[in-house]
């Protein structure tokens, strides 16, 4: 093919891409019959949100990324030790070739044949073997100073960010009266802490996302991406639209518990137990509130009963509605396991148990299974006299990581 020919292709791209943007940028998309993008042009001295704002998030995530740096090893580092952040010992596994790349190419979990079949291959009893692949586990799960820096700089930001959001929003008249939300849309005027506050809350869920191969991995681990790409896409759309005060209200009520777990995690960290514990409780009684309650009852009912007086419904509506539904089911979920951890608080119970966390599995785990398995050989099934199975209470230990 001849250049020209590979010219023309490129136009015709460029012509199809120029069409499929119109097409989704047109205004009955995502606006009300009768206002569309034209509404949203700087006049009379008022300044409204524009999509090629959204292009400082990239460089504010960057920022964030090489201040949590700085803040984890000085701020953080030194805060673990005043509040004397201790790691718990580990056993390291002996170096042997064939268990180590069985590990690190088939699996971290072998099955009872594949264990069998490494104990030929080794020369190791099929204890050694499970006990080995017990401690390397354990060699790579998080250290207790590396949860305690990352849950101390999400505690810093989001705490900041609450106070800030919050003094940006306490006197608007929105903050009191949420139908004020669309009192002029969509020609509502930018404020300066709008701006910032959009810019700095989406760099910061950005700066998450780019750190998230690093960062200690849960049991919700998708769960967490999917709630970070819908904020993402939720905040992004609503500066799009200039549904800009609802925007500043969902963030806020998303700010208002967050910090509140992250700081009863490092009090975790720091063996605090009772200090974990109450605030714990406060993080629950926070969290059902702002998102179980004044979420759904306040502001989702603002953004999807109350518009529909004033305006028919358009592509747009769904969509950002759409979006809050799929954080409100998120925020049912870790409800649930908010409950389930709250059990924790029944006597006997003192520390709190992340259920998001993959414990650390210990020597008299290790124990504990061979006593089962010895007992299941013997009797089937393990009883007390009558005829319940037994808890090992030694398993209700685990911790909020």
Not at 8 to 36: C, H, K, N, Y
Not at 330 to 357: C, Q, T, Y
Not at 388 to 396: F, K, P, Q, R, W
Request: overall charge neutral; hydrophobic content about 45%.
């Amino acid at each position: 093919m001849d250049s020209s020919g590979e010219c023309q292709e490129v136009l015709q791209m460029l012509t199809w891409l120029r069409e499929l943007s119109d097409w989704i940028w047109q205004d009955r998309l995502w606006f009300p019959a009768g206002l569309g993008w034209a509404n949203l042009k700087d006049r009379d001295g008022q300044v409204f949100a524009k999509g090629r704002d959204l292009w400082v998030i990239f460089p504010i995530a960057v920022c964030f990324l090489i201040i949590r740096q700085i803040f984890e090893r000085t701020v953080a580092v030194q805060l673990a030790s005043l509040l004397r952040v201790r790691e718990k010992p580990r056993v390291r596994a002996a170096p042997n070739t064939t268990l180590e790349s069985y590990f690190c190419n088939a699996s971290k979990f072998p099955s009872q044949s594949s264990v069998e079949e490494l104990t030929k291959q080794s020369a190791c009893s099929v204890r050694q073997v499970q006990r080995w692949f017990r401690r390397r586990r354990n060699q790579e799960r998080p250290s207790q100073i590396k949860k305690f820096r990352e849950a101390c700089w999400r505690f810093t930001f989001y705490l900041l960010a609450f106070i800030a959001g919050l003094g940006a929003l306490i006197d608007k008249p929105w903050f009191y009266d949420m139908e004020e939300m669309w009192n002029g849309f969509p020609t509502l005027p930018l404020l300066p802490s709008q701006y910032w506050y959009y810019m700095i809350e989406l760099g910061f869920y950005i700066s998450l996302l780019f750190s998230v191969a690093t960062d200690v991995k849960r049991k919700d681990f998708k769960e967490q991406i999917v709630h970070h790409v819908a904020t993402i896409l939720l905040i992004s759309f609503s500066w799009l639209v200039n549904y800009i005060r609802a925007g500043t209200l969902i963030m806020l009520v998303h700010d208002a518990s967050d910090y509140l777990l992250e700081s009863a995690k490092m009090f975790n960290y720091a063996g605090w137990r009772k200090t974990c514990n109450y605030i714990f409780i406060l993080f629950a009684a926070v969290f059902i509130l702002t998102r179980l309650v004044i979420l759904p009852f306040w502001i989702i009912h603002t953004t999807w009963v109350y518009p529909l007086t004033l305006y028919p419904p358009f592509f747009g509506f769904y969509f950002f509605n759409g979006l809050l539904f799929v954080l409100q089911c998120l925020h049912i979920f870790w409800a649930g396991l908010i409950l389930r951890m709250a059990i924790k608080f029944l006597p006997g119970n003192d520390i709190v148990e992340d259920e998001r966390s993959d414990r650390e599995e210990t020597e008299s785990d290790e124990e504990d299974d061979d006593h089962e398995k010895r007992e299941k050989t013997k009797n089937g099934f393990v009883q007390n006299g009558n005829g319940h199975t037994v808890l090992n209470n030694n398993h209700h230990h685990s911790k909020m990581e």
